[in-house]
Nanobody
Framework: QVQPAESGGGLVQAWGSLRLSCAASGRTFRIYAMVWFRQGPGKEREFVATISPSGSRVDYADSVKGRFTISRDDVKNTVYLQMNSLKPEDTAVYYC????????????????WGQGTQVTVSS
């Protein structure tokens, strides 16, 4: 079983950068697509970015395209989310997820969730 664990959240000023990491236990890491979602105060969980099992395909929400980059390191069993040019509206709890689907983009397509890491962007 894969158990993701996020890290790297924190408080940052607008236009700053953060890099989130999601490390996973388990020996079958390579077969999973990985995805980042976020949930702001009073909002539903929304898709941010996803990467296929091979890493050959990525997809992003329109709101983060050009600012965020998802990547994976299968040797370290870790997925990253590099976030640049952060805006106050990016403030949310960010969740990492693993999926057996190719490019998951809905919460119900995620098999394993991490506990989340808080990202707060001040104006």
């Amino acid at each position: 079983q894969v158990q993701p664990a996020e890290s790297g959240g924190g408080l940052v000023q607008a236009w700053g950068s953060l890099r989130l990491s999601c490390a996973a236990s388990g020996r079958t890491f390579r077969i999973y697509a990985m995805v980042w979602f976020r949930q702001g105060p009073g909002k539903e969980r929304e898709f941010v970015a996803t990467i296929s099992p091979s890493g050959s395909r990525v997809d992003y929400a329109d709101s983060v395209k050009g600012r965020f980059t998802i990547s994976r390191d299968d040797v370290k069993n870790t997925v990253y989310l590099q976030m640049n040019s952060l805006k106050p509206e990016d403030t949310a709890v960010y969740y990492c997820g693993y999926s057996r689907l190719y490019i998951p983009e809905r919460p119900d397509q995620v098999d394993y969730w991490g506990q989340g890491t808080q990202v707060t962007v001040s104006s």
